[in-house]
């Protein structure tokens, strides 16, 4: 494919077009409050939706009553599993494991079991309390590890272990003079959406429904809905409302089906809304982990092997698991040059909470681990953090432990260089109190504080991989009013914060060569755009739109030829009596299924960052402050540089916040710090001056050679931000988040099994 | 939530009228409205203290000490350049509680009484012991932000960043209920939860908190206040510490030393303040203040890093006094 935008009717110069830093439309209204989230959806009369929750890990529903709750005033349906008309079980990706109201068990503490309508949320609340429900508590798991056993009970019909992924590459049994091993542990995170799952369902006339809801891939959200209602897909339309944030934790259904039952069952318009607390409880999380790795090297510390097992606990239901655990798996080794491996990563069924996609998407987790080892590695060799890597690292042609080849992407050697070349902070004694570890104002006047750098990189893919057919596509529409040509780009792409809109706006411009564009409100009256996940909207619908407007151009091509005119030289009004419409859908190239021994050409494309951190840490008290993160991106183009700086602050932070204090605290399967008063997120007090080096290595396939840009940011921050604690400490910290406990006493935790790395996980011995 | 009534009365004596059983009364409603919505109080009647005359500022007659009227919101004991030179620590504990809009809406007496934060406690589905139930869920569970001293039955923590720093200068209350008026000392007011005693303060039914006193001859202590927290706003601390003391040509004369985040009550040392008595707050007699500060520690599961943060904040804090 060519790459160089035409110029049609570019007499004056168009703003707006790629490559230009171009503000997000909605900035404004939001920072004033203005903009209508999901939450703030309305209609006169509307019923309001509540849901009753389990409060047990494991149970069987012995009996459920709600002849009660159906009698409270302003009550208008009571709805169980009983109720749900169509298929019972819903889930990503065919999945189908998860009941849309519980089947006679639960499987975690929160899971949805009956949903009511009433006229205020009081009443609907009131009488979910009001339902009365026995249940035989049971055996719950919760360590992963343990589920995975032959031996382990069974928590699901369909098993306790959600996917497993082998990964053979090389000699499985090759030897080095250097070897350093280390387990890993990897906490719990939560997206942190700001907006809370929210919803609006409008009953139709033709005994359909109409959603309106904050999501990430309204697609999908119809293909899991319209089955459970059993109604032809016809019948439902799915519209995007404002989404405060979605980081992953909208790829899963929450509001979704349950609204649109109670507003069939009712005929009324259903709002629901989740309260923060509930929040935590119904959206699924970032999968923890527990990493079991070695590495291997010659003594300059050039890597010889990798292993690991790594077993990923994916709570009650799948949701995303297997495809968390296949890229835990691909990216195991890191973006380096391993000509051997062997990697075991399970998913594994627990009675916790489900986790599902999360931003980096188990790229991070084994990074954090990897990363690790690899400065245990130069330790060992007598390498710095910056040499090791740049030793190592991939560059064009080069293979990753799947056996798929680099192609598209700077040198990691030269991206790491470029990352520690960036200006380091000043040190600790120019600065204010304020940028020191502990509060804002208190604490240390400076005692005690050792300033730490760590370095970081990582990679994952862009786009769906393993053969899946990922798609998306986008209606061009062309036409003239009195004030000229105007044109109306419409697809389905998930607008969740990172910028989809900017950037279609400004391919349209481009290919069009007018100012005025304008987009329709996501929809699934549009085919589908596939999910605002796996940094893959500006590859995906980007090119859709490309494409679209390049067939628009061309049909205006063959008007003004017609006319005997120029284009260039033609008022584009003058050929628009009729509009011009199209619609296209773009696919990316095949991508292969994994195969037994997990080698495959699976992924599209790969992003790739590097990222160095400075830490102050107050090594009495335990309390850190992180200083400064530099990054070297490679985003291939940045088609609009200021939102690629959005996202690589924001993931930074996100990155930041698990180094050092997001963690949800989870015990015997219950979320005990679901509030933004216990779960702790940064503060822009604790958020550092973000240098970002943006490397524009284009991509051969790429729409104008972008790559994608959201995870890569959220993938090596949080490992180099540990590495800098390490530094600074001298200790292991083989967790993440970092505490306190484990800088003062240096604690690491032990997953209390035996597993050597590169063994499968479900034969593990305790000791 | 429950369903409530609310009344906000002009007067004083209207208002402990109203504060019959099933009331209760309502100042920024910042830790009220919340414990309402998790269901963990249920008034039938809430009565709005914020329209009473005579119960916000604060006042500094010659002689006379100090008062600031309960009600007066945080924001205004923090901003007031005044009493900033009256007694600096007011700023400096206020500076790092909660965020802005909390502390314009918080008032000093809410900020006295509000409830301990244990996440346990919080939880409307855990009937814990300080709830009325038989076991204490965080001596064996999830402790991390837990007690490391003084606890009985509930290992919950004094959450207040007011609070030692009001303490480390003998503040005392003024309550006035209908049955009559008393003061006492602000530490008195705290009871670690033991025995039949499953609250944290020891304020009667009906009864109001009118004014916090601060003796004229208290004012001229020094004092110096720190808060270590898990990140740099908005979050209540992990270990605080409040000093104070009247330093006369480099000696020290009534010390007080009072740690918030450790112990279920703000947590004064008698013993290392006396060990302190006298001396010039130097390294030595800091460090040795500190290990007493926190003798008698038995940290829990996930706390033990309180503890050198504990001794670490409390000697910092000490040796601010003179450097
Ligand atoms: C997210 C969050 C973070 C916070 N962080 C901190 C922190 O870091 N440090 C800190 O110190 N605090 C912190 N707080 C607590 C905050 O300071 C208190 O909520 C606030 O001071 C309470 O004041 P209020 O006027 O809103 O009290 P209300 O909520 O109105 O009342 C609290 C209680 O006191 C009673 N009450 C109020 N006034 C009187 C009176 N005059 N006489 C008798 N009873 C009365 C009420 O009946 C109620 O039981 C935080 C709170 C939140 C929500
Ligand atoms: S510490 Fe106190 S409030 Fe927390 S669980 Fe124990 S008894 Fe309840």
Redesign the interface.
Known sequence: MTLAPPRPGARVKVRGVIGEPAPREDAVPKVKGEFQYASDLWREGMLHGATLRSPYPFARIRKVDVSAAAKLPGVRAVLTQDDVPGKKTYGLMDRDDQPVLADGYVRFVGEPVAVVAADTIEQARAATKAIVLEYEVLEPTFDPIAAIQPSAAKLHPKGNVLERVRILHGDPAAKADVVVEGEYEFAMQDQAALGPEAGLAIPREDGGVTLHVATQWLHEDLDQLAPCLGLPESKVRIVLSGVGGAFGAREDTSIQIHACLLALKTRRAVRMTYGREESFFGHVHRHPARLFYAHGATKKGELVFVRATIVLDGGAYASSSSAVVANAGSFAAGPYRVPNAVVDCVGARTNNPPTGAMRGFGAVQSCFAYEAQMDKLAKACGLDAVEIRMRNGLVEGDAIITSQPLVGSAPIAEIVRRCASLPLPETAAHRDQSELPGGHANVTRGEGVVRGVGYAVGFKNVCYSNGFDDFATARVRLFADAEGPLARVHTAAAEVGQGINTVQLQIARTELGIERVELETADTNVGSAGSSSASRQTWMTGHAVLQACREVRQELVRRAEREGLTLDRTDLADLLDRPIEKTVTYRHQDTEKRRPDGQSRGHVAFMFAAHRAVVDVDVETGLVKVVQVATAQDVGKAINPLGVIGQIEGGIAQGVGLAVMEELIVEKGRIRNASFTDYLIPTILDMPPVIADVIEHPHPDGPYGAKGVGEAPTISSTAAVVAAIRAATNRDLERVPVRPDDIVFGTSSRSGWRIAPGDDPRRAVRG | ?NAFSYVRPRTLSDGLRLLRSGASALAGGTDLLGLMKDGLARPELLVDLTGIEGLRGWSRAKGKGLRIGALTPLVELEEAEELHRAMPILR?SL??AATLQLRTMGTVGGNLLQRN?C??F??Q?TACWLKGGTKCFAVE??N?LHAILGAHECVAVAPSDLVPALIAYDAEIALASSRGRRTMKLADLYVAPHGRERREHVLRPGELITEVRVSESALARKGA????????????A?VSVAAAARIERGVARDVRLVLGGVAPIPWRVVAAERGLEGSGFDEAACAEAADRALQGAAPLR????KL??AR??VR?TLR?LVV
């Open positions: 939530m400096e500076r790092d934060r996440w346990y919080r939880d589905a569970g999830e991390r206040f720190q808060k270590a927290m898990e990140r740099k706003a908005w979050s209540f992990l996930d706390n033990g890093y050198p943060l670490e904040l910092r601010s």
